[in-house]
C-alpha cells in the first residue's frame, strides 16, 4: 500500500534562516506527491505537486520540492523562512481509489514554527 | 466564488447524539471527501463521492454515513456519536483525478467536533 512519512513532528526555526521538511514515500508505482499548508484555524492549501517531469518544484511562498526516486523521498525546503510561514505541513500521496479515481492519503504533518 | 463551505464550524455533542455536518462546494467538482484530524496521526479519509448518487468508504468509515444527491453538496452523518469522534472535520473537493494525480483538493474550514 502507499504511504508517506513525515520524519519530524515538529521542526522549531529562527526567522531568516533555511528549513527542510522531511517525506518519505512507499509506493511500486508511478506517484504523485503533494505539499500542503495549514495555518493555524484554517483549511488546508496546496503549496506545490509532483506529476511528472522535472524533480525540482517550486510553489507558492517561496517553498519548492525535489522528488528523489532512488531515496523514494519529496523534501520541501525554503532557503529563508518568515514568522508567518509558522504552520502545519502535510506531505501526502495520491493512491487510486474506487471508480478508477484518485484519492490522497496524508503524511502526520510537521509543525513548523518560525522564532523572531 | 466561495469554494467549500462547511457549517457548522464549533458543535459540542453528547454521547449517542446524532448530527449532521454540512459540506457545500460551488466549483461543479465531482469528487468530495470526508476526513477527520486527530493529533499526530494527519489527516484519515473516511468516505468520499466521486459523483452524485455514488459513494464508497474510506480508511475509517465507522460510525458514519454519508450521501450525495446533488453535485454540491456532501453531508457526514454521525449516527450515535461517541467520544472516540471528537476531532477537526474537513471537507474537500476536487476534479476527479482520474489515475492522473490531477487531484488538487480544495478544503473547507473546518467543523470542530466535541463529544462528551
Known amino acids: 500500500a502507499q504511504s508517506v512519512t513525515q520524519l519530524d513532528s515538529q521542526v522549531p526555526v529562527f526567522e531568516e534562516a533555511p528549513v527542510e521538511l522531511r517525506c518519505n514515500y512507499s509506493?511500486?508505482?508511478?506517484?504523485?506527491l503533494f505539499w500542503y499548508v495549514q495555518y493555524p484555524n484554517q483549511g488546508l492549501q496546496l503549496l506545490l505537486k509532483y506529476l511528472s517531469g522535472s524533480t525540482l518544484v517550486k510553489g507558492i511562498n517561496g517553498f519548492e520540492a525535489e522528488f528523489n526516486k532512488s531515496q523514494t523521498s519529496f523534501h520541501l525546503r525554503k532557503p529563508s523562512v518568515h514568522i508567518s510561514d509558522t504552520a502545519e505541513y502535510f506531505c501526502a500521496v495520491s493512491v487510486m481509489g474506487g471508480y478508477n479515481t484518485d484519492k490522497l492519503i496524508f503524511g502526520t504533518g510537521t509543525r513548523l514554527q518560525v522564532f523572531p | 466564488n466561495a469554494g467549500v463551505t462547511q457549517t457548522p464550524k464549533f458543535q459540542v455533542l453528547k454521547t449517542g447524539q446524532s448530527m449532521t455536518l454540512q459540506c457545500a462546494q460551488d466549483?461543479?467538482?465531482?469528487?468530495m471527501s470526508w476526513y477527520r484530524q486527530d493529533p499526530g496521526m494527519g489527516l484519515r479519509l473516511i468516505h468520499y463521492?466521486?459523483?452524485?448518487?455514488?459513494?464508497d468508504q474510506g480508511e475509517v468509515p465507522n460510525g458514519y454515513n454519508v450521501s450525495r444527491s446533488t453535485t454540491e453538496d456532501f453531508p457526514l452523518r454521525l449516527l450515535s456519536a461517541a467520544p472516540s469522534q471528537t476531532s477537526v472535520y474537513f471537507c474537500?473537493?476536487?476534479?476527479?483525478?482520474?489515475?492522473?494525480?490531477?487531484?488538487?483538493?480544495?478544503f473547507g474550514q473546518g467543523t470542530r467536533l466535541t463529544v462528551v
Open positions: 463521492s466521486v459523483g452524485a448518487g455514488i459513494t
Open positions: 509506493s511500486s508505482v508511478s506517484v504523485y
Open positions: 474537500a473537493s476536487s476534479f476527479t483525478g482520474l489515475g492522473q494525480g490531477k487531484t488538487e483538493a480544495f
Open positions: 466549483m461543479n467538482h465531482e469528487y
